[in-house]
């Protein structure tokens, strides 16, 4: 895939989720923030440029509805943590 800086003393910023739609501006950000193209993105992981937009507009489907329902009802919190472009701290909003 890409090549990243080591990130072992990078700040890694943290995003609380409780629904998919909420990853979508995630993915988007930290795409923009490292110059990196949808069709260049969606190229490397094997699916089309569509998929990818559907993913960062929050488009979620029946299986991600339901387990997204499923960990709430359970109490089982879901965080991403990424490394931002420039390793500063970021707070995920898109």
């Excluded at 910023?13 to 193209?37: C, H, L, M, W």
């Excluded at 190229?43 to 998929?51: I, K, P, V």
């Amino acid at each position: 895939m890409w090549d990243y800086p080591d990130t072992k003393d990078a700040i890694m910023p943290t995003v609380q989720v409780r629904k998919f739609r909420d990853i979508g501006p995630v993915i988007k950000a930290v795409r923009e923030s490292r110059a990196v193209r949808q069709e260049d993105l969606a190229e490397q992981l094997a699916f089309s440029r569509d998929y990818l937009v559907d993913l960062e507009k929050g488009k979620g489907s029946l299986y991600i509805t339901r387990l997204f329902r499923t960990l709430n009802e359970l109490g089982i919190s879901v965080t991403l943590t990424y490394q931002s472009s420039d390793g500063e701290a970021s707070d995920g909003a898109a």
